[in-house]
Structure formats: structure tokens, C-alpha cells
């Protein structure tokens, strides 16, 4: 006990005064070569395109990318409490590199299982590239976070999206860079003469708007053009080898991945993830194991700002309006925003996780199906960075200028998926070391800052923010990535359902006037790409200052400076012309980023035990649609990440008595649940569960748990370590 109580004030002091320098030890950064050797896979034949005739060069590649599973604050709902306690299933980025055999131009489009992609992501994703591909281009690359609220955080390099976290967390940030880069490499040798095929189609039921007071401010000529107030069009490409054979499938729908609320502790891919995890294991066969086969399928993100996968509604969950819908215009509840509960269609969160996937699934499946359009013509490419904070607009009969960012009241009373826990009220004392060291440095608005935001009232005066360094972006990615008649246009930020629409047909009207494209060009928008800058409404949506008016950061102008500088980009590739690649943003891996996450101090085991001993052994024998569970001696996940590897297997005994791996952490009928004895306590158990799904062979089976431990006295070292339960019968 004595050593415990020790090690207890040990983590304490770390975590009150430790200010780690985060930066890794910089690597020179290699300049992205312009490709030069194009050549390098270039076929020779550039025939007349038909659909028997290969297009492009096409990779796909898959890679996991999952951070740490416990400890560290989910990024997302920015709830204090929601730090990790286990693994659901794997997080992975999926790459689609498509090329041009001729010119050797390719774009790289990655959809990481993350809440969103973030600068110094694809800063260093970049850097790492370019010494393992020397002929690739940064500008070709786009990485788009899905925008699941059940993943780690603390990979930014903005203090606003990191106060939750502790500050900045190295262990997301390099699982993260790493895992992507992999995936990327992995379709990189992985190009291949192949076709891309386009299809479109409605699913209708499987997102609601979550603030449809906002939307209603929209003009009501705009409004009376659509059926929706959300978008109901899923955006499908399938790409296929020279044979025909299944490559890969890429799809944008737009729904938030915040199906799994904020009292979820287990990392999760949200709906999104789990529909990628079904149409994976439904292409490469039941036998290969998640993130191993082939055939890669990304449900990526796009104009989901306001678009909530809570299909059921938003309700009060307490006080006196309990059971009644929250305020249509407040979302409160007698008053209160913390008792307004969005619910999805399903009987918890992982059913409604379940269910909205599902229907993901189904429609993405039909379209694939079915997508016959051949994509065909240039690939091409425009990133530019722009100084949103001071953007001369003249769009839309508008004009003025962007704002320095701010944070109005709203964004701290955050939405239905997720009320605000941000705790900006309470005093200058907090449980939160980084929010004690920050918020001394809360700045007052200028009169000129608050006109140029009106009506938002600032709560957060983020652009005059920049100790201990910068709080939001000033300096934002712009990028149009093009295959042929498909123009993925790349935000910064997670645009509303109208902003998207009128982003689009801004984009497509351009390229249309410019000749590039007819009517049958497909527009699309990434979203949650390559930086976060919070939320972008239209400007009649910003006057209503719901959670998405309210965290629009850089002013009502906001979004009509995007349409601008969108339209600008897209005639600019239309035309075959340069542009300027714009101001260079921080790159704070150069710099100290502050970090008051307390690191694993040590493991240990009662003695007589070791790790991996097993503690409670599932029981003889089980029914399908039961729940087998195994506890393990454990050490801390945060370790080792067991990274394309796994914490744990489900394990069938073959006929000739050896065992086969059936299931991985990364299956969705498991749960791995890691849990210290007591706070602070060295010890720790890991609970393997798994749901028998229907289905399920019947015969023999045992649980592994796989970890690795720390050792104090040996200076830290960590050791793996593995343990195996009974085994047990599992009957129809
Ligand atoms: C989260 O979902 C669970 C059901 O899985 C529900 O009981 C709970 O009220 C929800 N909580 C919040 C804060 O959304
Ligand atoms: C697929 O094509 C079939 C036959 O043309 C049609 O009946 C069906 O509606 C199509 N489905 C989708 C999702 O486009
Ligand atoms: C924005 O730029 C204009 C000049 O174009 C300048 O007058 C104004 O002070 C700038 N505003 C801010 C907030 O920097
Ligand atoms: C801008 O104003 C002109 C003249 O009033 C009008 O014809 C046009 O439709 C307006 N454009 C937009 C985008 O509102
Ligand atoms: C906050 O902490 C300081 C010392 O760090 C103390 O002097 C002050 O009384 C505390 N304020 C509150 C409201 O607890
Ligand atoms: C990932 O694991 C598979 C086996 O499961 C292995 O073949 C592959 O080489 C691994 N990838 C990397 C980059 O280590």
C-alpha cells in the first residue's frame, strides 16, 4: 500500500506541474518533389476511353490508425468525462490514389476513422511522405476526418480543441500520421489500370437537421428547392481493375458520427466506421480479418454541420419538461441545455450506431451495384492556404470582411447530440490544469471585433488568443481535387446542409461557365478536411445563432468568403492556371505545445500472479446471442498499441486441436474494457467481451488478451505480455 500511495502522489504532482514539450525531435523536412518521375507508372496506352479500356491508375490501401484507448479525452463532444476505458472496434484510414497514366498527376484522397483532420496532421503526414515517395506532390494530398465523437484527441495544434484533452496528446498524433502514411503507401504499391464509376442515390430516414430554426431562415424560394432539410444524396464511386475485378468504394453521405453520445468511454468508428467494417467484410469474405483484406470501402464525411444522425429527435431527459421535445428554437429544457437528449432510432446508442450504419450500408451497396457512369478526363489538383481572418468579401450581394476568430454563447451551449460540458462559466480554479494555465489568458473583444461578429455575442475572443500559442486557425486549408467529371471540393470546417448546397452549385455553376464540366459533373464536398476551423452556416443561418451560428468562428462572412474563394480555385484549374500557394501556417512541431496528460507511471500484478493471469474465466459453455466475458491481470493499453495487431482474439479450436483467430478487437462483436483496481492503482484488469452474434459456428473456443506492461524499477521498459482463458463451448 505504501508503494501505491506513493505512486499516487507521484501521478499527481506529474499531472499539476509536468509541462512536456511534446515536439518530437525534428526530422528535416524534405521539400515534396514536383513529380517528375511520372513515368515511374505511367502505361503507355492512351486509346480512346471506353469502359473497357483503363482510365487511370488506381490504388486503394488500408491502415490502422487507432490511438490511445483509454485515459485520453474523446475529441468531439469536448465532455471532460469522456475519456477513453476501452476499444469497441479499430479505427483505420482508407487511401484512394488515383492517377493519370499519361501525365503521371495523381490525387490521394484519405478518409480517416478520426472526428476530423487536423494541420498539423497532414503537415506531418506530408513531411513523412515525401521521404518514402519522393515524387509526390503535397498538394495532391486531401485527408478528411469521418467526424466520430469516440476517438482520441489532443492531435491539433490550436489550444481551443485541446482544453478537454489536456493539451496536446503525441500518442494520437503519431498513431495517427503513421497509420495514415501507411495506408497510403499501401496504395501506392497498390496501382494498379483500373475504372472509376460514379452513381448517386437518396437514402432518406437515416439523418435529421438539428437545428431546423436556423435552416428556416434560409430564404424560402432557396428552401422550396429541395424536399429536405438535410441532404439525402449519398455521392458513390466504384473503382474496379482493368479486369473488372472489385478494387474499392468510396462514398460521402451527410450525417454526423455521433450516433455513440458522450457517455460513451469506448473507442468507436461511430456509424460511419461500422459501415466501412460491413461492406469490408462483406467484400473480402466473413474469413479475413478487419483491416486485412483487399477491398477497402470508405464512408467518408461531408456537409454534415447541422445533420444529425439522432433520427428519433431531441428530448428532455430530466426536470420538469422530462419526456417533452426540447425547445424548438433553444433546445433547452425548463431552461437548462444539459437535459436536451437527442435519441437515435435504435434501443441505445450501440443499436442506433447499428442501425444508422446499416442503412448507410444498404444504399452504398445499391449504388455499387449499379454505378455504370465511366469517370473519364484530367486529374487535377489546387490546395492554396488563405488568411481567413481578414478576407475582403464580395459575394452574394454581401460585402465586408471576415472576422479574427470568436466563439459566441452558443457554441459553449453545444447541440442535441451533446450539451455543452465545456465549463467555460465556472471560475478561474478547475479540476483541468490546462484550462488553469489558458484561461488566464482570455481576451476582451475590441469594439471592431465585436461589429465585425454581430449579432454572435463573443463568449471567446479566440483570434486575440495566442498565448500560450493560438487558439483557433487563422490560416486555413482551400483545396479542389479533380478525377475526371468529379470535383471534390475540400473544407476546413463542417459546413450546414445549405451552406454544402450553396457551396456546391457555386462550384459546379464556375466550372460550367468555365467550360470544364456539363450538367452531369458531379460536385462533392469533403468534409472535416485538412484543417478544423469549426462550424460554417449560411448567413441567414447565423443570424438565428444556434451551436453552428454560434461557432462559425470567422463571422457572418464567413461562408460567403469560401464561396468566393472556392469559385476562384475552381476557375483557376479550369482555366489550367497556377495559384498562389498562400501564407504558410504554424507548424508546431517545431515549437512546445503544452501537455498535461499524465503519462502510464507503471504496471503491476498482485503477487503470485503475472500478467495476462486470468482473473474470472468465462463460463463452460454458451447459446448464440449470449455474452461470453474473460478478466486479465493487465497492464496499461496506452503502452503499446498493438497497432495492425490486436488486444485480444476469439479463438476456435479446429479438428486437429489447434486454434484459429475468428475475431479481433477490431470486430464489431467485441469489447475490450481496461480498468485500474482502483484510481491511480498500478494493477489493472482488461475484460474481453463478446456477443455471439447469430450465425456463429457452433464448437470449442478460448479468449486471448494481449498487452504490455511498465516496469518503474527497470526504467520504464515495456514488456508484452499475452494470456489465454479456458476454453468453452458455444451451442446454436
Ligand atoms: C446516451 O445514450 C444512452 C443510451 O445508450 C442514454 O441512456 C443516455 O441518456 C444518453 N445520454 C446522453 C447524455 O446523450
Ligand atoms: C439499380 O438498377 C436496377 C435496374 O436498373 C433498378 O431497378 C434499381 O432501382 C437500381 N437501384 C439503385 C439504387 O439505383
Ligand atoms: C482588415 O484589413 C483592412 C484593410 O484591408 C484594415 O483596414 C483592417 O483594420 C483589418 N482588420 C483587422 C481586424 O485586422
Ligand atoms: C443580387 O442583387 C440583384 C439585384 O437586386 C439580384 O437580381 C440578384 O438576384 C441578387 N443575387 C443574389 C445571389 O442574391
Ligand atoms: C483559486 O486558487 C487560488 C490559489 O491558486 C486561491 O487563492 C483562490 O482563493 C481560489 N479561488 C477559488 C474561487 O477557489
Ligand atoms: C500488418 O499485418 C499484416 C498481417 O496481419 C502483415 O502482413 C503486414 O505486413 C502488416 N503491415 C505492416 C505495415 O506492418
Given at each position: 500500500?505504501?508503494?501505491?500511495?506513493?505512486?499516487?502522489?507521484?501521478?499527481?504532482?506529474?499531472?499539476?506541474?509536468?509541462?512536456?514539450?511534446?515536439?518530437?525531435?525534428?526530422?528535416?523536412?524534405?521539400?515534396?518533389?514536383?513529380?517528375?518521375?511520372?513515368?515511374?507508372?505511367?502505361?503507355?496506352?492512351?486509346?480512346?476511353?471506353?469502359?473497357?479500356?483503363?482510365?487511370?491508375?488506381?490504388?486503394?490501401?488500408?491502415?490502422?490508425?487507432?490511438?490511445?484507448?483509454?485515459?485520453?479525452?474523446?475529441?468531439?463532444?469536448?465532455?471532460?468525462?469522456?475519456?477513453?476505458?476501452?476499444?469497441?472496434?479499430?479505427?483505420?484510414a482508407r487511401t484512394l490514389i488515383v492517377q493519370d497514366p499519361t501525365t503521371g498527376k495523381r490525387v490521394i484522397y484519405v478518409s480517416a476513422d478520426a472526428c476530423m483532420a487536423t494541420q498539423i496532421m497532414r503537415l506531418q503526414v506530408s513531411q513523412k511522405l515525401a521521404a518514402v515517395l519522393p515524387d509526390y506532390e503535397e498538394a495532391s494530398l486531401c485527408i478528411s476526418g469521418i467526424h466520430t465523437h469516440s476517438t482520441p484527441a489532443g492531435f491539433f495544434q490550436y489550444v481551443l480543441f485541446q482544453i478537454t484533452s489536456l493539451g496536446f496528446v503525441k500518442e494520437t498524433l503519431d498513431a495517427y500520421v503513421d497509420g495514415i502514411v501507411a495506408s497510403i503507401v499501401q496504395a501506392h504499391g497498390n496501382l494498379q489500370p483500373g475504372n472509376l464509376f460514379v452513381n448517386q442515390g437518396e437514402l432518406v430516414g437515416a439523418n435529421i437537421n438539428r437545428s431546423p430554426s436556423a435552416y428556416l431562415n434560409n430564404p424560402a424560394a432557396e428552401r422550396a428547392k429541395y424536399q429536405y432539410d438535410t441532404d439525402t444524396n449519398m455521392v458513390l464511386l466504384k473503382a474496379v481493375d482493368a479486369n473488372n475485378n472489385d478494387l474499392a468504394m468510396f462514398n460521402w453521405f451527410a450525417v454526423h458520427c455521433t450516433s455513440m453520445n458522450n457517455t460513451n468511454r469506448l473507442v468507436s468508428g461511430d456509424n460511419k466506421g461500422h459501415a466501412s467494417y460491413l461492406f469490408e467484410k462483406q467484400m473480402n469474405g466473413k474469413a479475413t480479418l478487419?483491416?486485412?483484406?483487399?477491398?477497402?470501402?470508405?464512408?467518408?464525411q461531408t456537409n454534415s454541420g447541422d445533420v444529425s444522425p439522432n433520427t428519433a429527435g431531441a428530448f428532455c431527459i430530466s426536470g420538469k419538461d422530462a419526456g417533452k421535445p426540447c425547445d424548438f428554437y433553444t433546445s433547452l429544457c425548463d431552461g437548462r441545455s444539459e437535459p436536451c437528449v437527442g435519441f437515435g432510432p435504435g434501443k441505445d446508442m450501440t443499436d442506433s450506431t447499428r442501425i444508422i450504419a446499416e442503412k448507410q450500408l444498404a444504399t452504398a451497396q445499391a449504388l455499387y451495384a449499379n454505378a455504370s457512369t465511366l469517370v473519364q478526363g484530367a486529374i487535377d489538383y489546387r490546395h492554396v492556404y488563405l488568411d481567413i481572418t481578414n478576407l475582403t468579401v464580395n459575394y452574394n450581394n454581401r460585402s465586408g470582411q471576415t472576422c479574427p476568430p470568436?466563439?459566441?454563447?452558443?457554441?459553449?451551449?453545444?447541440?442535441?447530440?451533446?450539451?455543452?460540458?465545456?465549463?467555460?462559466?465556472?471560475?478561474?480554479?478547475?479540476?483541468?490544469?490546462?484550462?488553469?494555465?489558458?484561461?488566464?489568458?482570455?481576451?476582451?473583444?475590441?469594439?471592431?471585433?465585436?461589429?465585425?461578429?454581430?449579432?454572435?455575442?463573443?463568449?471567446?475572443?479566440?483570434?486575440?488568443?495566442?498565448?500560450?500559442?493560438?487558439?483557433?486557425?487563422?490560416?486555413?486549408?482551400?483545396?479542389?481535387?479533380?478525377?475526371?467529371?468529379?470535383?471534390?471540393?475540400?473544407?476546413?470546417?463542417?459546413?450546414?446542409?445549405?451552406?454544402?448546397?450553396?457551396?456546391?452549385?457555386?462550384?459546379?455553376?464556375?466550372?460550367?461557365?468555365?467550360?470544364?464540366?456539363?450538367?452531369?459533373?458531379?460536385?462533392?464536398?469533403?468534409g472535416l478536411s485538412n484543417t478544423y476551423s469549426d462550424y460554417v452556416t449560411t448567413f441567414e443561418e447565423y443570424q438565428v445563432q444556434r451551436y453552428e451560428g454560434g461557432s462559425t468562428a470567422y463571422g457572418p462572412l464567413t461562408h460567403d468568403g469560401y464561396l468566393q474563394e472556392f469559385t476562384k480555385i475552381a476557375r483557376a484549374m479550369a482555366r489550367n492556371q497556377p495559384l498562389p500557394p498562400g501564407p504558410n501556417p504554424p507548424d508546431m512541431d517545431d515549437s512546445a505545445q503544452f501537455s498535461f496528460l499524465p503519462p502510464v507511471i507503471e504496471d503491476a500484478v498482485p503477487l503470485g500472479k503475472k500478467f495476462g493471469d486470468v482473473v474470472t474465466e468465462p463460463a463452460a459453455s454458451y447459446s448464440v446471442g449470449a455474452s461470453v466475458q474473460a478478466v486479465f491481470w493487465s497492464g496499461c493499453p496506452r503502452n503499446d498499441l498493438y497497432t495492425n495487431e490486436s488486444y485480444l482474439t476469439v479463438e476456435q479450436q479446429q479438428a486437429d486441436g489447434s486454434f484459429a483467430v475468428v475475431l479481433t478487437d477490431a470486430d464489431w462483436d467485441t469489447v475490450l474494457e481496461w480498468k485500474r483496481t482502483f484510481t491511480e492503482s498500478p494493477e489493472s484488469h482488461a475484460t474481453v467481451v463478446w456477443n455471439i452474434a447469430a450465425g456463429t459456428a457452433p464448437g470449442v473456443y478460448r479468449i486471448r488478451h494481449?498487452?504490455?506492461?511498465?516496469?518503474?524499477?527497470?526504467?520504464?521498459?515495456?514488456?508484452?505480455?499475452?494470456?489465454?482463458?479456458?476454453?468453452?463451448?458455444?451451442?446454436?
Open positions: 500500500m505504501m508503494r501505491l500511495a506513493l505512486l499516487a502522489t507521484l501521478c499527481s504532482v506529474i499531472a499539476a506541474v509536468a509541462i512536456v514539450v511534446a515536439a518530437a525531435p525534428a526530422s528535416p523536412v524534405s521539400p515534396a518533389a514536383p513529380s517528375a518521375s511520372a513515368s515511374a507508372f505511367a502505361s503507355a496506352s492512351a486509346s480512346a476511353p471506353d469502359a473497357a479500356t483503363p482510365q487511370y491508375l488506381i490504388g486503394a490501401g488500408i491502415y490502422d490508425i487507432t490511438g490511445p484507448i483509454v485515459d485520453v479525452n474523446f475529441m468531439g463532444y469536448a465532455a471532460p468525462a469522456q475519456t477513453g476505458r476501452g476499444l469497441h472496434f479499430r479505427q483505420y478487419p483491416g486485412k483484406g483487399k477491398f477497402v470501402a470508405a464512408f467518408a470568436a466563439m459566441g454563447y452558443a457554441f459553449a451551449a453545444g447541440t442535441t447530440d451533446g450539451a455543452g460540458a465545456f465549463n467555460f462559466y465556472q471560475g478561474e480554479n478547475s479540476s483541468n490544469p490546462f484550462w488553469n494555465v489558458v484561461s488566464g489568458f482570455l481576451s476582451k473583444p475590441s469594439s471592431e471585433q465585436i461589429a465585425c461578429h454581430a449579432p454572435k455575442p463573443i463568449l471567446l475572443n479566440t483570434g486575440y488568443l495566442n498565448k500560450p500559442y493560438a487558439w483557433q486557425a487563422s490560416i486555413v486549408d482551400l483545396q479542389i481535387l479533380r478525377v475526371g467529371q468529379i470535383f471534390i471540393v475540400a473544407i476546413p470546417s463542417e459546413f450546414t446542409t445549405m451552406a454544402g448546397r450553396r457551396l456546391r452549385d457555386a462550384v459546379k455553376q464556375a466550372l460550367i461557365e468555365e467550360g470544364a464540366i456539363d450538367q452531369n459533373g458531379v460536385v462533392l464536398i469533403s494481449f498487452g504490455a506492461h511498465k516496469n518503474i524499477l527497470e526504467l520504464g521498459k515495456i514488456t508484452r505480455y499475452s494470456g489465454t482463458s479456458r476454453t468453452f463451448v458455444v451451442t446454436a
